[in-house]
């Protein structure tokens, strides 16, 4: 992660991604305010501090939806969902992976990944986990532009 201190020495730190935050505002105060499930999304700039890559930058663009107010069948629900947005791209050949360790504390059993081989070893362009008050899933815009290429 970047972190810093502005210049009244306060800590910084950009956004990593967009999940945990999202859980923490739920728990904090959605959870007890808002109907369930709550459906929403976003679309955030990221960054990442760590060797840039082909195809995978330390700014970048992530698009994500999250389910949360767990219930039955929200499994299927964000896989659709995840299915409905890759599928407005015809042109985008993937594929999808099950039971996929995810590398963050908070995921509560394994997770799904989207993969597209032409992008190489770093391939993965979206993936999917739980939590414990939701389900989401995120996809990586650029990286997703740079399957579509």
Same mark, same amino acid.
């Given at each position: 992660?970047?972190? $810093?201190?502005?210049?009244?020495? &306060?800590?910084?730190?950009?956004?990593?991604? !967009?999940?945990?935050?999202?859980? %923490?505002?739920?728990?904090?105060?959605? %959870?007890?305010?808002?109907? #369930?499930? *709550?459906?929403l999304f976003y679309v955030? &700039?990221?960054?990442?501090?760590?060797?840039?890559? @082909?195809?995978?930058?330390? %700014? $970048?663009?992530? $698009?994500?939806?999250?389910?949360?107010? =767990? #219930?039955? /069948?929200? =499994?299927?629900?964000?896989?659709?969902?995840?299915? /409905?947005?890759?599928? *407005?791209?015809?042109?985008?050949?993937?594929?999808?992976?099950?039971?996929?360790?995810?590398?963050?504390?908070?995921? !509560?059993?394994?997770?799904?990944?989207? %993969?597209?081989?032409?992008?190489? @070893?770093?391939?993965?362009?979206?993936?999917?986990?739980?939590?414990?008050?939701?389900?989401? $899933?995120?996809? /990586?815009?650029? &990286?997703?532009?740079? @399957?579509?290429?």
């Amino acid at each position: 992660m970047y972190t $810093f201190e502005d210049k009244k020495g &306060r800590p910084i730190c950009l956004i990593p991604e !967009v999940t945990a935050i999202i859980q %923490e505002l739920y728990k904090a105060d959605w %959870e007890k305010t808002r109907p #369930k499930p *709550l459906r929403l999304f976003y679309v955030a &700039r990221c960054y990442r501090y760590e060797r840039p890559q @082909a195809g995978r930058y330390r %700014e $970048f663009l992530q $698009f994500g939806v999250e389910l949360l107010g =767990n #219930k039955e /069948g929200d =499994n299927d629900e964000i896989r659709a969902v995840l299915k /409905g947005c890759l599928d *407005l791209f015809p042109s985008l050949t993937y594929t999808s992976k099950d039971s996929v360790r995810r590398g963050l504390d908070y995921y !509560v059993e394994d997770g799904f990944e989207v %993969e597209c081989e032409c992008l190489g @070893a770093q391939k993965q362009i979206a993936g999917e986990g739980r939590y414990d008050c939701g389900i989401g $899933f995120a996809i /990586g815009i650029d &990286r997703l532009l740079l @399957a579509l290429d």
